[in-house]
T-cell receptor, first 115, second 112 residues
Framework: DVKVTQSSRYLVKRTGEKVFLECVQD?????MFWYRQDPGLGLRLIYF???????EKGDIPEGYSVSREKKERFSLILESASTNQTSMYLC??????????????FGSGTRLTVV | SQQGEEDPQALSIQEGENATMNCSYK?????LQWYRQNSGRGLVHLIL?????REKHSGRLRVTLDTSKKSSSLLITASRAADTASYFC????????????FGTGTRLTIIP
């Protein structure tokens, strides 16, 4: 069964810490995405990547960076965690089909709490 | 920015009844997708409808798309307790990139 795996389901970090959220997919998908989900705000795109070493800013990139050194792995980095980054983080991947966006496969999510 | 907006925000129905959720969006699209999210979990892709399609079926799901009104509906027939979840529509604007923009979701509760 194909899947997207996020390294942690729950994470608690202190303000100012550098935080790494890891995401791995086994479907050979070109596209990978990081969203955060907050009550009343839905899913908001942080960063996405079309290919290895490529990255594009989403709607809310401030305070975040990403790394994609291998096709299957897309990491989200919180350079200096703050309490307003407490959220559910969702990773997704999709196949390039050339005519619009194919369905995303999501990971189970990482619920990050910054104290 | 939110491209899709679902309506209603919350819906409660009796098991066995049909559930209808609506989605409106703002820009021209390549396709529209619906996703389900069980509490505290990731989203699961349900169905994709292309901009040149008007209706699509998958099991108990029926999706319609009206590009002139920039709206879509998701119908779940003969609802079950396991259908309790949040449902999101997502669109990709036809600018040539690969990203989806999600709405804020409809919370569906099926009462046994």
């Amino acid at each position: 069964d194909v899947k997207v795996t996020q390294s942690s389901r729950y994470l608690v970090k202190r303000t100012g810490e550098k935080v790494f959220l890891e995401c791995v997919q086994d479907m050979d998908h070109e596209n990978m995405f990081w969203y955060r989900q907050d009550p009343g705000l839905g899913l908001r795109l942080i960063y996405f990547s079309y290919d290895v070493k490529m990255k594009e800013k989403g709607d809310i990139p401030e305070g975040y960076s990403v790394s994609r050194e291998k096709k299957e792995r897309f990491s989200l980095i919180l350079e200096s965690a703050s309490t307003n980054q407490t959220s559910m983080y969702l990773c997704a991947s999709s196949l390039w089909i050339g005519t619009g966006v194919d369905g995303y496969t999501f990971g189970s999510g990482t619920r990050l709490t910054v104290v | 920015s939110q491209q899709g907006e679902e309506d209603p925000q919350a819906l409660s129905i009796q098991e066995g009844e049909n559930a209808t959720m609506n989605c409106s969006y703002k820009t021209s699209i390549n396709n529209l997708q619906w996703y389900r999210q069980n509490s505290g979990r990731g989203l699961v892709h349900l169905i994709l409808i292309r901009s040149n399609e008007r209706e699509k079926h998958s099991g108990r799901l029926r999706v319609t798309l009206d590009t002139s009104k920039k709206s879509s509906s998701l119908l779940i027939t003969a609802s079950r307790a396991a259908d309790t979840a949040s449902y999101f529509c997502a669109t990709d604007a036809n600018f040539g990139n690969e990203k989806l923009t999600f709405g804020t979701g409809t919370r569906l509760t099926i009462i046994p």
